[in-house]
């Protein structure tokens, strides 16, 4: 296939995953008191962290990259593949959104301090995050299964809604020393599946759309 410029930009969901791993491995190092295993992520970008800094420079690309690679698979997929599946793409996408705005406008004033407008803001956002990432993974799990060309990207989206199941799970279940491993499968499932939805952008979500995008599409 022939590659154009939409396609390259699925890369870009490959960068914004990397720049978040890197963000959560290396900011905890400016950072002397934060224990990743019962923390939550969000402690590391606080207003009061220390890890601040490190945490907006290695995440500068995380959120810009990923809204970038998850909207432009909205437009590659528009009038094509089933309704569900374009459905949950163009949610997850919003879900992005969400985040990027959300969090910037509500970040943690200090970690682990739920209390005060702002934080209470943070744990609305981070409810509809949750919620629109499950709901948008349950539909591409369905809209993927009745699309051949599709089908393992739906079951990429239900790796991501296991990991999502799990880690909400872990954080109810096991104890809070445990907290920040838990939250961890949620966060990574939804910005992993971010990069798995890029590479499927990269090759034209199996490339072949003209005779087999109409495959399923009263769905």
């Known amino acids: 296939m022939r590659r ?5 930009l699925g890369l870009l969901g490959v960068v914004s995953l990397l ?3 890197a963000a959560v491995i290396f900011s905890p190092l400016a950072y002397p008191d934060y224990h990743w295993l ?4 969000s402690d590391l970008s606080a207003e009061a ?5 490190l945490w907006n420079q290695l995440s500068a690309l995380y959120m810009p990259c990923g809204i970038v690679c998850c909207t432009v698979s909205c437009i590659a997929v528009a009038g094509k593949y089933n309704k569900t599946l374009r459905l949950g793409i163009y949610l997850f996408t919003l879900m992005n959104w969400i985040t990027a705005v959300g969090y910037a406008m509500f970040p943690l004033t200090d970690a682990g301090t739920p209390s ?7 744990l609305v956002v981070t409810g509809a995050v949750v919620a629109l990432s499950i709901l948008a993974l349950v539909l591409m799990i369905y809209g993927g299964y009745f699309q051949r060309q ?3 990207l739906g079951l990429w989206a239900g790796v991501a ?6 880690g909400a799970l872990g954080v109810n279940l096991l104890p809070s020393a445990y907290f920040g491993l838990a939250e961890r499968f949620s ?3 939804a910005v992993g599946f971010n990069a798995a939805l890029g590479i499927y952008l990269y090759n034209d979500f199996s490339g072949k759309t003209t005779r087999r995008m109409h495959d399923g599409n009263s769905n």
Not at 49 to 53: F, G, H, I, L, V
Not at 116 to 122: A, L, P, T, V, W
Not at 161 to 166: A, D, G, Q, Y
């Open 116 to 122: 005060g407008f702002q934080n209470i803001m943070h």
């Open 161 to 166: 809604l296991f990991l999502m199941i799990l």
């Open 187 to 189: 966060t990574f499932a």
């Open 38 to 41: 019962s923390q939550a992520v």
């Open 19 to 21: 720049s978040y791993t």
């Open 4 to 8: 154009t410029l939409m396609n390259y």
């Open 150 to 152: 599709c089908r393992s």
């Open 49 to 53: 962290a220390p890890s601040r800094t």
